[in-house]
């Protein structure tokens, strides 16, 4: 529904609906209209009100005691509105239909596949998701902006997003965006469970108050220094070897304080 032409479908449907909601005149008059029609009274929501919305606008248009919007007017009199209108619903009727497949208590990989590509090759898809479905069709037979000779056989031999970007950012920039997606996904969650043991190793107990701009930083910057392959645990293990070291040197310092104080009592015994 962000697509443009749909979202803009949607908000013209809805300024049509505020309108007879918010005038009885013309609601009455609609009424008057779907009776005659359709022998009952139908929900604006459905697009099965056009001609009785058309001739409601045919004829408030003639009355000049009753203004009518002209933003409602031209959008209800616009018959591109109205194929908008068709399609958008054709659209959303094959989405709703895909996710009751994927929804359902036996689903299966391969009919997701199977769906996707028989709605490729549907003409409301073509005509309204043009853009990105042709270009998904041009790239699988290298045709259209896809025939650069030069791109290809640089293909494999640099980065694939810098290849996407570099070469059809501009000339097809929906099919570009969802490639830099899709290839950006890492293999695995190594890099995520390092970066979390460093927030756990910088935001431990003993450091929780610390500001979440200021974990960031520290964060950043021991990832930055400790970029070695060494893992945090690594890290936060002392080595065995450095505490015999710490040990021997304590008991190398005791053993000058003694034979330190030895030579004090020695002087007093020569002084005396």
Request: charged residues 25%; contains cysteine; glycine residues 2%.
């Amino acid at each position: 529904m962000k697509l443009p032409w749909a979202n803009n479908t949607m908000k013209k449907g809805k300024t049509i609906v505020k309108y007879f909601k918010s005038h009885q005149v013309p609601s009455a008059i609609l009424k008057r209209y779907q009776n005659s029609n359709y022998d009952k009274k139908i929900s604006l929501k459905l697009p099965l009100n056009q001609l009785a919305i058309e001739l409601t606008i045919t004829e408030l248009s003639r009355n000049q005691t009753i203004r009518i919007d002209d933003d409602v007017k031209s959008i209800v009199l616009n018959d591109e509105f109205w194929k908008d209108v068709d399609n958008l619903l054709k659209v959303l009727n094959e989405l709703v239909i895909g996710i009751s497949i994927f929804e359902s208590d036996t689903p299966c990989l391969s009919k997701v596949v199977d769906w996707y590509y028989n709605q490729l090759e549907s003409s409301v898809l073509f005509r309204q998701c043009s853009n990105y479905l042709i270009q998904i069709l041009n790239y699988k037979e290298k045709n259209g902006v896809f025939v650069n000779k030069l791109a290809w056989e640089t293909a494999g031999k640099v980065d694939p997003i810098t290849w996407w970007c570099g070469n059809f950012s501009y000339s097809a920039p929906e099919l570009t965006q969802v490639a830099k997606k899709v290839l950006s996904i890492p293999t695995s969650s190594a890099a995520s469970e390092r970066n979390w043991s460093a927030f756990a190793y910088i935001h431990d107990k003993k450091r929780n108050w610390l500001r979440a701009d200021c974990v960031l930083k520290l964060v950043y910057i021991f990832n930055r220094e400790n970029i070695d392959g060494r893992s945090i645990d690594e890290i936060q293990t002392p080595d065995e070897n450095v505490e015999s070291d710490y040990e021997d040197e304590c008991s190398s310092n005791e053993s000058e304080e003694e034979s330190f104080n030895d030579n004090e009592t020695d002087d007093s015994d020569i002084s005396s």
